[in-house]
């Protein structure tokens, strides 16, 4: 499963950044981005792009929350 964030300023056109890696944090999956390379700029639409070669049979994905946040973020602990 390739997973991809996208993000785009206000012209509609979309750059993505691929998700190759992702750690565990207080019960979270986490998953780093490098988007400095929109320092500066304002961005209005943030999206995930799934892609599967072949189809995924009972494919789910939960998202609990979706931010861009400094690099020494860490989430809080899952609530039971």
């Known amino acids: 499963m390739e997973v991809k964030l996208g993000v785009s300023e206000s012209d509609n ?7 190759t890696e992702t750690s ?9 981005v490098d988007i400095s390379s929109l320092a500066g700029k304002t961005i209005s639409v943030i ?3 799934f892609k599967a070669s072949a189809e995924v049979a009972d ?3 939960q998202l609990g929350q979706l931010s861009v946040v400094s690099g ?8 039971s």
């Open 72 to 79: 020494s973020y860490a989430p809080g602990s899952i609530l």
């Open 24 to 32: 565990t944090n207080n019960g979270w999956s986490v998953a780093t």
């Open 13 to 19: 056109s979309f750059e993505t950044f691929p998700i």
């Open 47 to 49: 999206a995930l792009n």
């Open 59 to 61: 494919y789910q994905t």
